[in-house]
T-cell receptor
Framework: EPEVTQTPSHQVTQMGQEVILRCVPI?????FYWYRQILGQKVEFLVS????????KSEIFDDQFSVERPDGSNFTLKIRSTKLEDSAMYFC?????????????FGPGTRLTVL | GQNIDQPTEMTATEGAIVQINCTYQ??????LFWYQQHAGEAPTFLSY????GLEEKGRFSSFLSRSKGYSYLLLKELQMKDSASYLC??????????FGTGTKLQVIP
């Protein structure tokens, strides 16, 4: 069964550095999402992406964050000037259909640790 | 805004039935998801309800009442491996999905 994959599985960075988290969506999926989950807290929506542009974003997704699909396969989340509070699990999710909301398939996540 | 409430923890016995409730108040509604999340892992899709009523899928069933802002997840014939957090999530905006804090279910022998 096709899966969403994410790399790296764990990223350690120094405060103030930039990180890029990568996701390879399932090949025929159309909608892509990034979520984060701070340890012990709920999953939080960051951004959704469709047709090569952001379709919706949360108040968390400020100028520190950006997303792109640089080569038609990878879907990346860039976090500039990381802060301690950015430490969390970051999940990519995708869904296939033309409907706005549908079954979302989550990747295994990237654990980001900011020191 | 979006507000989703579900119990923090529940305990149930292996082989029994458990119902996990979720209430929501949202500014828009496209549908309601239930996800299972084991500790340290990604959420796994269980169900997606758009219309009122009960949807059954094996040992898992999900119910939705849009007029009451209420859903529940029913787990039958509980197994030890069902010990996990169960996340209620609402699609309320264009694509934004808002998650509840999750219900941690412990299944005991």
């Amino acid at each position: 069964e096709p899966e969403v994959t994410q790399t790296p599985s764990h990223q350690v960075t120094q405060m103030g550095q930039e990180v890029i988290l990568r996701c390879v969506p399932i090949s025929n999926h159309l909608y892509f999402y990034w979520y984060r989950q701070i340890l012990g807290q709920k999953v939080e929506f960051l951004v959704s992406f469709y047709n090569n542009e952001i379709s919706e974003k949360s108040e968390i997704f400020d100028d520190q964050f950006s997303v792109e699909r640089p080569d038609g396969s990878n879907f990346t989340l860039k976090i500039r000037s990381t802060k301690l509070e950015d430490s969390a699990m970051y999940f990519c999710a995708t869904h296939p259909s033309g409907r706005r909301a549908d079954t979302q398939y989550f990747g295994p996540g990237t654990r980001l640790t900011v020191l | 805004g979006q507000n989703i409430d579900q119990p923090t923890e529940m305990t149930a016995t292996e082989g029994a039935i458990v119902q996990i409730n979720c209430t929501y108040q949202t500014s828009g509604f496209n549908g309601l998801f239930w996800y299972q999340q084991h500790a340290g892992e990604a959420p796994t899709f269980l169900s997606y309800n758009v219309l009122d009523g009960l949807e059954e899928k094996g040992r898992f069933s999900s119910f939705l009442s849009r007029s009451k802002g209420y859903s529940y997840l029913l787990l039958k014939e509980l197994q030890m491996k069902d010990s996990a957090s169960y996340l209620c999530a609402v699609s309320g905006g264009y694509q934004k999905v808002t998650f509840g804090t999750g219900t941690k279910l412990q299944v005991i022998p």
